[in-house]
């Protein structure tokens, strides 16, 4: 079993910056993906970022590329989600998630949730 456990969010303005981290434990795989997904009331979750664990390919949805940069230390075995240039449209509960194999960008292809943290960007 994999537990993963994210911490960092919070209340700021638009235009700040806020990273996200979420630590993981347990059973780990030889090649494993860590996912950032967002999720607002009403709407599907949706990725956010995505990186390969041992090679750190990573991916970003289109909303956010150029501003928000996924990161993980594989010594820590924390991965990160750099958030910059905030807008209010980027609020929303974080989960951080993790599935076994290559690449994916839609959730039901990860196994493992953390319990996710709110990001609030005010305008």
């Known amino acids: 079993q994999v537990q993963l456990v994210e911490s960092g969010g919070g209340l700021v303005q638009a235009g700040d910056s806020l990273k996200l981290s979420c630590g993981v434990s347990?059973?780990?795989?030889?090649?494993?993906?860590m996912g950032w997904f967002r999720q607002v009331p009403g709407k599907e979750r949706d990725i956010v970022a995505a990186?390969?664990?041992?090679?750190?390919?990573?991916y970003y949805a289109n909303s956010v590329k150029g501003r928000f940069t996924i990161s993980r230390d594989v010594a820590k075995n924390t991965e990160y989600l750099q958030m910059n240039s905030l807008k209010p449209e980027d609020t929303g509960i974080y989960y951080c998630?993790?599935?076994?194999?290559?690449?994916?960008?839609?959730?039901?292809?990860?196994?493992?949730w953390g319990q996710g943290t709110q990001v609030t960007v005010s305008s």
């Open positions: 998630a993790a599935r076994s194999g290559t690449m994916a960008t839609s959730k039901n292809y990860y196994d493992y």
């Open positions: 347990g059973r780990t795989f030889s090649s494993y993906v």
């Open positions: 990186i390969t664990w041992s090679i750190g390919n990573t």
